[in-house]
């Protein structure tokens, strides 16, 4: 089971940025997707979920109405459109996946991981 995770860079604030979870090694029928990140000296934190269906979504209150969270079922890929970004959007964005229909927001419930890839956003 793979996550590949692409798509972040450095950006100006207000600046969007897409971020792009590709799975691969597995079927994930069923599976929730979802985001976190990690700024540093921080701890890992919940960004957004979504159910296998796509009717369902979840978000941080930090990231709730500049962030949208989509999935492409068919060629098993999750997005994270990044919009009005912050200084404090800073951080390494991980993409993860786990068995179920709860949208957890602790890292201990989602089994799989992607590498991570940074998001930078300058003032």
């Known amino acids: 089971v793979q996550l590949q995770a692409s798509g972040g860079g450095l950006v100006q604030a207000g600046g969007s940025l897409r971020l792009s979870c590709a799975a691969s090694g597995r079927t994930f029928t069923g599976y929730i997707m979802a985001w976190f990140r990690q700024a540093p000296g921080r701890a890992r934190e919940f960004v957004s979920a979504?159910?296998?269906?796509?009717?369902?979504?979840s978000y941080a209150d930090t990231v709730k109405g500049r962030f949208g969270i989509s999935r492409d079922n068919a060629e098993n890929t999750v997005y994270l459109q990044m919009n009005s970004l912050k200084p404090e959007d800073t951080a390494v964005y991980y993409c993860a996946a786990r068995e179920g229909n709860i949208h957890y927001t602790a890292i201990d419930k989602y089994p799989y991981w992607g590498q991570g890839t940074q998001v930078t956003v300058s003032s």
């Open positions: 979504i159910s296998w269906s796509g009717r369902r979504t």
